[in-house]
């Protein structure tokens, strides 16, 4: 065990919970393109603020294109860095040795899924998308890069259909995740696979996997490695990212979200939302960490 870090010992004025996929890295070239997210992400991290990445994204991913190159660029690994993947199932830590991934076993899907799914793939699918082989929980349909985002959409709806059907003719209860939420209980009532489609993927998670469940585990993870801070920014670029907001002020913590790539929405959520619609969504947000390092007079 590291001794306690001397940085974790007072409340930090502010944490961070990051969506990865738009606000950090590039959602084009799926890589961090603009490097002061990196040198502010360390400066943050050394001086003792909360940071947790929740992500639909693999912890192989973020072990590949991101935890890396905080750590090159000399991110202290007692720092208060979590990374949360598979919208909850999956995380790991700063300072845990490389290549450990927790997973969270009461939203990991069965193997069954993925048999469901390969059948699907030998034929026109196939072209379109693959499995991504680095999910542990959910299992995640991406579009290939062979084929353009305009083809892949056009035979993801046909796609998905295909693969409600098997679930359906397996027995097994869901819900699709489109703007009806279509839903087929099982025997028992149940929906446990939740379908999710997205401009480049369709995901197949357990129902309670999401940003909301990233949070949780977030929060957990930040309670057992120090004081908990007194304000939390949420840092996202779809819909959905509001969860990790509607989480915590759900359990009356003080939170702004920044939305990175809004989007009109029917009511305004009831905590403070900074929207930023005049740049890319990673170049908002390393605006916004800019002025966090600013805030902890960290200069630059
Ligand atoms: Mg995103």
Redesign the pocket.
Known sequence: MDIAPPFASSPAPFGLLL?????IAN?VTRTIEVESIVTDLVALGNTGIPLAFN?GRSAEFLQREVTPRLRDAGMDPRARLHAIGEKGGTWFSSGEPSGTVHVDESVRLPALITDLVRPLLTGRYGTHMFLDEGKLAMVTLEQSTAVTNDAYLSVQADFDAELLAALTHAGIGWIHEVYDRRFHPDEQGNTPVRVEPTIISTDIQHERSGKALGAERALELFDDDGPLPRRWYTV???PS?YAMADWLHERGHDVVHVDVRPVPRREDPPYPVEAVDDVE?DVAAARFLRERVAEMRLGS
Do not use: E, L, N
Not at 19 to 23: A, F, I, L
């Open positions: 969506d990865v996929d738009g606000p959602t992500t996202g670029d779809t990212d969504p």
